[in-house]
Protein backbone atom coordinates (compact mmCIF):
# COMPACT_ATOMS: atom_id res chain seq x y z
CA UNK A 1 0.00 0.00 0.00
CA UNK A 2 1.06 3.90 -0.18
CA UNK A 3 2.09 3.92 3.53
CA UNK A 4 1.26 6.76 5.95
CA UNK A 5 4.75 8.50 6.77
CA UNK A 6 3.21 11.05 9.29
CA UNK A 7 0.72 8.65 10.90
CA UNK A 8 -0.12 5.60 12.36
CA UNK A 9 -2.01 3.24 9.20
CA UNK A 10 -5.84 2.36 9.97
CA UNK A 11 -6.78 -0.82 9.51
CA UNK A 12 -10.13 -2.46 8.98
CA UNK A 13 -10.86 -6.25 10.46
CA UNK A 14 -13.06 -8.82 10.64
CA UNK A 15 -13.64 -11.66 12.28
CA UNK A 16 -11.63 -10.57 14.99
CA UNK A 17 -13.05 -12.51 17.59
CA UNK A 18 -10.16 -15.28 17.64
CA UNK A 19 -7.87 -17.40 15.70
CA UNK A 20 -5.58 -15.44 12.66
CA UNK A 21 -8.30 -12.28 13.27
CA UNK A 22 -7.55 -12.14 16.98
CA UNK A 23 -3.64 -12.09 16.32
CA UNK A 24 -3.80 -9.82 13.77
CA UNK A 25 -5.38 -7.22 15.51
CA UNK A 26 -2.80 -7.51 18.27
CA UNK A 27 0.22 -7.27 15.97
CA UNK A 28 -1.28 -4.19 15.10
CA UNK A 29 -1.58 -2.17 18.05
CA UNK A 30 1.28 -3.30 19.37
CA UNK A 31 3.07 -1.58 16.00
CA UNK A 32 0.90 1.26 17.30
CA UNK A 33 -1.51 1.58 14.19
CA UNK A 34 -5.10 2.15 14.27
CA UNK A 35 -7.80 -0.87 14.24
CA UNK A 36 -10.88 -0.94 13.58
CA UNK A 37 -11.68 -4.54 14.52
CA UNK A 38 -15.37 -6.40 13.87
CA UNK A 39 -16.60 -8.97 16.03
CA UNK A 40 -19.68 -10.39 17.50
CA UNK A 41 -18.81 -9.77 21.16
CA UNK A 42 -16.68 -6.48 21.60
CA UNK A 43 -16.21 -7.58 25.70
CA UNK A 44 -14.57 -11.05 24.50
CA UNK A 45 -12.32 -8.99 21.85
CA UNK A 46 -11.24 -6.82 24.92
CA UNK A 47 -10.90 -9.31 27.26
CA UNK A 48 -8.89 -11.14 24.78
CA UNK A 49 -6.49 -8.62 23.77
CA UNK A 50 -5.73 -7.76 27.28
CA UNK A 51 -2.93 -5.62 27.60
CA UNK A 52 -1.99 -5.26 24.09
CA UNK A 53 -5.29 -2.88 23.81
CA UNK A 54 -3.72 0.30 22.67
CA UNK A 55 -5.34 3.50 24.18
CA UNK A 56 -7.89 5.34 21.50
CA UNK A 57 -5.96 2.85 18.67
CA UNK A 58 -8.92 0.18 18.85
CA UNK A 59 -12.28 0.48 17.55
CA UNK A 60 -14.31 -2.53 18.29
CA UNK A 61 -17.10 -2.87 16.38
CA UNK A 62 -19.87 -4.83 16.82
CA UNK A 63 -21.95 -5.61 13.61
CA UNK A 64 -23.64 -8.36 11.53
CA UNK A 65 -21.64 -8.28 8.29
CA UNK A 66 -24.43 -9.82 6.83
CA UNK A 67 -26.53 -6.23 7.20
CA UNK A 68 -25.31 -3.71 3.87
CA UNK A 69 -26.23 -0.74 6.13
CA UNK A 70 -25.08 -1.59 9.00
CA UNK A 71 -21.32 -2.64 7.51
CA UNK A 72 -21.62 0.62 6.10
CA UNK A 73 -22.41 2.57 9.52
CA UNK A 74 -19.37 1.11 11.13
CA UNK A 75 -16.95 1.55 7.97
CA UNK A 76 -18.54 5.32 8.04
CA UNK A 77 -17.74 4.88 11.65
CA UNK A 78 -13.72 3.91 11.16
CA UNK A 79 -13.28 7.15 9.00
CA UNK A 80 -15.38 9.50 11.57
CA UNK A 81 -12.94 7.98 14.53
CA UNK A 82 -9.50 7.61 13.16
CA UNK A 83 -9.82 10.18 10.08
CA UNK A 84 -8.48 7.47 7.41
CA UNK A 85 -8.85 4.07 6.32
CA UNK A 86 -5.62 2.65 4.69
CA UNK A 87 -6.16 -1.30 5.13
CA UNK A 88 -9.03 -3.73 4.82
CA UNK A 89 -9.26 -7.29 5.50
CA UNK A 90 -11.80 -9.41 5.10
CA UNK A 91 -11.39 -12.35 7.30
CA UNK A 92 -14.48 -13.60 9.01
CA UNK A 93 -15.66 -17.36 8.14
CA UNK A 94 -16.14 -20.15 9.93
CA UNK A 95 -15.44 -24.11 8.71
CA UNK A 96 -18.01 -26.59 7.64
CA UNK A 97 -17.28 -30.14 7.37
CA UNK A 98 -19.93 -32.47 5.19
CA UNK A 99 -20.58 -34.06 2.18
CA UNK A 100 -22.47 -31.83 -0.86
CA UNK A 101 -25.86 -34.32 -0.31
CA UNK A 102 -25.57 -33.80 3.23
CA UNK A 103 -25.24 -29.58 3.02
CA UNK A 104 -28.85 -28.23 3.73
CA UNK A 105 -30.03 -25.29 1.95
CA UNK A 106 -29.71 -23.21 5.46
CA UNK A 107 -26.19 -24.21 5.41
CA UNK A 108 -25.40 -22.48 1.67
CA UNK A 109 -27.07 -19.43 2.76
CA UNK A 110 -25.62 -18.94 6.40
CA UNK A 111 -21.92 -19.62 4.89
CA UNK A 112 -22.44 -17.66 1.73
CA UNK A 113 -23.90 -15.10 3.67
CA UNK A 114 -20.91 -14.43 5.58
CA UNK A 115 -18.08 -15.50 3.84
CA UNK A 116 -19.32 -13.77 0.24
CA UNK A 117 -22.20 -11.30 0.90
CA UNK A 118 -20.19 -10.35 3.87
CA UNK A 119 -17.29 -9.44 1.76
CA UNK A 120 -19.25 -7.65 -0.46
CA UNK A 121 -20.47 -5.24 1.75
CA UNK A 122 -17.55 -4.36 3.52
CA UNK A 123 -16.13 -4.02 -0.33
CA UNK A 124 -18.83 -1.66 -1.50
CA UNK A 125 -18.82 0.29 1.70
CA UNK A 126 -14.85 0.77 2.11
CA UNK A 127 -13.86 1.08 -2.08
CA UNK A 128 -14.90 4.27 -2.37
CA UNK A 129 -13.23 5.53 0.17
CA UNK A 130 -9.80 4.14 -1.09
CA UNK A 131 -10.79 4.95 -4.63
CA UNK A 132 -11.22 8.63 -3.54
CA UNK A 133 -7.54 9.00 -2.17
CA UNK A 134 -6.20 6.84 -4.92
CA UNK A 135 -4.26 4.38 -2.19
CA UNK A 136 -4.83 1.72 0.49
CA UNK A 137 -4.52 -2.07 0.37
CA UNK A 138 -7.68 -4.62 0.45
CA UNK A 139 -6.61 -8.21 2.00
CA UNK A 140 -9.06 -11.11 1.46
CA UNK A 141 -8.29 -14.17 3.43
CA UNK A 142 -9.48 -17.10 1.36
CA UNK A 143 -7.67 -20.45 2.19
CA UNK A 144 -5.57 -23.33 -0.06
CA UNK A 145 -9.22 -24.35 0.07
CA UNK A 146 -9.75 -21.69 -2.31
CA UNK A 147 -7.72 -23.40 -4.56
CA UNK A 148 -8.66 -26.89 -4.40
CA UNK A 149 -11.02 -28.44 -2.82
CA UNK A 150 -11.00 -31.72 -1.14
CA UNK A 151 -13.77 -34.50 -0.06
CA UNK A 152 -16.51 -33.13 2.33
CA UNK A 153 -15.02 -29.58 2.30
CA UNK A 154 -17.48 -28.84 -0.44
CA UNK A 155 -18.95 -25.91 0.93
CA UNK A 156 -16.13 -24.08 2.84
CA UNK A 157 -14.75 -24.55 -0.89
CA UNK A 158 -17.43 -22.78 -2.43
CA UNK A 159 -17.77 -19.69 -0.39
CA UNK A 160 -13.55 -19.57 -0.53
CA UNK A 161 -13.31 -20.14 -4.50
CA UNK A 162 -16.26 -16.80 -4.83
CA UNK A 163 -13.88 -14.80 -2.59
CA UNK A 164 -10.80 -15.62 -4.99
CA UNK A 165 -12.71 -14.63 -7.94
CA UNK A 166 -13.81 -11.70 -6.43
CA UNK A 167 -10.61 -10.44 -5.78
CA UNK A 168 -8.56 -11.44 -8.73
CA UNK A 169 -11.82 -9.06 -10.15
CA UNK A 170 -11.08 -6.62 -7.87
CA UNK A 171 -7.12 -6.32 -8.04
CA UNK A 172 -7.51 -5.65 -12.09
CA UNK A 173 -10.52 -2.70 -11.48
CA UNK A 174 -8.57 -1.05 -8.77
CA UNK A 175 -5.09 -1.34 -9.95
CA UNK A 176 -5.25 2.29 -11.53
CA UNK A 177 -5.96 4.15 -8.57
CA UNK A 178 -3.00 2.97 -6.65
CA UNK A 179 -4.75 0.52 -4.52
CA UNK A 180 -3.52 -3.06 -3.80
CA UNK A 181 -5.72 -6.48 -4.02
CA UNK A 182 -3.71 -9.47 -1.35
CA UNK A 183 -5.31 -12.72 -1.46
CA UNK A 184 -4.06 -15.07 1.78
CA UNK A 185 -4.29 -18.63 1.31
CA UNK A 186 -3.38 -20.19 4.65
CA UNK A 187 -2.84 -23.99 4.93
CA UNK A 188 -4.08 -25.30 8.64
CA UNK A 189 -3.36 -23.24 11.42
CA UNK A 190 -2.83 -24.01 15.58
CA UNK A 191 -6.04 -21.73 15.94
CA UNK A 192 -9.74 -22.99 17.35
CA UNK A 193 -10.98 -23.32 13.52
CA UNK A 194 -10.93 -26.86 13.94
CA UNK A 195 -12.93 -26.84 17.77
CA UNK A 196 -16.49 -27.93 17.94
CA UNK A 197 -16.60 -24.46 18.99
CA UNK A 198 -15.89 -22.99 15.43
CA UNK A 199 -16.10 -26.47 12.72
CA UNK A 200 -20.01 -26.58 12.12
CA UNK A 201 -20.84 -30.34 10.84
CA UNK A 202 -24.31 -31.09 8.82
CA UNK A 203 -27.42 -31.17 11.18
CA UNK A 204 -28.24 -34.80 9.57
CA UNK A 205 -25.24 -37.61 8.19
CA UNK A 206 -25.44 -40.35 5.83
CA UNK A 207 -24.14 -43.74 6.09
CA UNK A 208 -22.78 -43.61 2.51
CA UNK A 209 -19.71 -41.80 3.34
CA UNK A 210 -18.06 -43.51 6.45
CA UNK A 211 -14.95 -42.05 5.17
CA UNK A 212 -15.87 -38.51 5.96
CA UNK A 213 -16.82 -39.31 9.64
CA UNK A 214 -13.56 -40.87 10.02
CA UNK A 215 -12.22 -37.13 8.61
CA UNK A 216 -14.35 -35.69 10.60
CA UNK A 217 -13.03 -37.42 13.72
CA UNK A 218 -9.28 -36.65 12.25
CA UNK A 219 -10.11 -33.09 12.61
CA UNK A 220 -11.14 -32.82 15.71
CA UNK A 221 -8.47 -34.71 16.87
CA UNK A 222 -5.64 -32.77 14.78
CA UNK A 223 -6.66 -29.68 17.00
CA UNK A 224 -3.82 -28.09 18.75
CA UNK A 225 -1.31 -29.65 16.48
CA UNK A 226 -2.15 -28.04 13.41
CA UNK A 227 1.29 -26.78 11.51
CA UNK A 228 0.71 -22.69 11.29
CA UNK A 229 1.79 -20.77 13.85
CA UNK A 230 -0.85 -17.89 13.84
CA UNK A 231 1.56 -15.25 15.41
CA UNK A 232 3.91 -16.04 12.42
CA UNK A 233 0.79 -15.99 10.13
CA UNK A 234 -0.19 -12.76 11.17
CA UNK A 235 3.08 -11.19 11.28
CA UNK A 236 3.76 -12.41 7.59
CA UNK A 237 0.36 -10.62 6.36
CA UNK A 238 1.04 -7.66 7.65
CA UNK A 239 4.75 -8.00 6.95
CA UNK A 240 3.24 -8.30 3.17
CA UNK A 241 1.07 -5.26 3.34
CA UNK A 242 3.94 -3.17 4.59
CA UNK A 243 6.58 -4.29 3.04
CA UNK A 244 6.56 -6.96 -0.37
CA UNK A 245 5.50 -3.97 -2.72
CA UNK A 246 5.75 -5.57 -5.92
CA UNK A 247 4.47 -9.33 -3.84
CA UNK A 248 2.24 -11.09 -6.24
CA UNK A 249 -1.62 -11.48 -5.85
CA UNK A 250 -1.68 -14.65 -3.79
CA UNK A 251 0.54 -15.00 -0.66
CA UNK A 252 0.11 -18.70 0.53
CA UNK A 253 0.87 -19.23 4.28
CA UNK A 254 2.13 -22.96 4.87
CA UNK A 255 4.21 -26.10 3.92
CA UNK A 256 0.94 -28.06 3.87
CA UNK A 257 -1.06 -24.83 1.96
CA UNK A 258 2.05 -24.46 -0.45
CA UNK A 259 1.69 -28.78 -1.06
CA UNK A 260 -1.85 -29.10 -1.49
CA UNK A 261 -1.45 -25.67 -4.36
CA UNK A 262 1.75 -27.24 -5.87
CA UNK A 263 -0.12 -30.30 -6.46
CA UNK A 264 -3.40 -28.44 -7.88
CA UNK A 265 -1.34 -26.97 -10.32
CA UNK A 266 0.45 -30.12 -11.50
CA UNK A 267 -3.15 -31.81 -11.90
CA UNK A 268 -4.70 -28.66 -13.63
CA UNK A 269 -1.70 -28.24 -15.82
CA UNK A 270 -2.01 -32.18 -16.52
CA UNK A 271 -5.80 -32.13 -17.53
CA UNK A 272 -4.65 -28.61 -19.75
CA UNK A 273 -2.45 -31.10 -22.06
CA UNK A 274 -4.48 -33.83 -22.28
CA UNK A 275 -7.40 -31.55 -24.03
CA UNK A 276 -5.22 -29.23 -25.61
CA UNK A 277 -6.08 -31.51 -29.03
CA UNK A 278 -9.75 -31.43 -28.03
CA UNK A 279 -10.47 -27.65 -27.09
CA UNK A 280 -10.26 -26.11 -30.82
CA UNK A 281 -12.76 -28.44 -32.11
CA UNK A 282 -15.59 -26.45 -30.65
CA UNK A 283 -14.74 -23.43 -32.51
CA UNK A 284 -15.87 -22.00 -36.08
CA UNK A 285 -13.41 -23.10 -38.97
CA UNK A 286 -11.06 -20.46 -39.54
CA UNK A 287 -11.76 -19.19 -43.35
Do not use: C
Not at 90 to 95: F, M
Not at 110 to 133: E, K, T
Not at 223 to 237: V, W
Not at 248 to 264: C, E, F, I, N
Request: aromatic share 6%.
Amino acid sequence: MTRPTHRPATWFVTGTSRGLGLELVSQLLQRGDNVAATTRSADRLVSALGADVGAGRLLPLEVDLRDEEAVTQVVRRTTDHFGSLDVVVNNAGYGFLAAVEETSSQDVRDMLDVQVVGAYNVLRAAVPVLRRQKSGHVVNVSSVLGLTAVAGWGLYSAGKFALEAISEALAAELADFGIRVTIVEPGYFRTSFLTTDSLRLPEATSDAYPGLRAMVQDHLELQGSQLGDPARGAARIIEHVVRDEDAPLRVLLGSDAHAYATAKVAALQENLDHTRETAPLTDFPVG
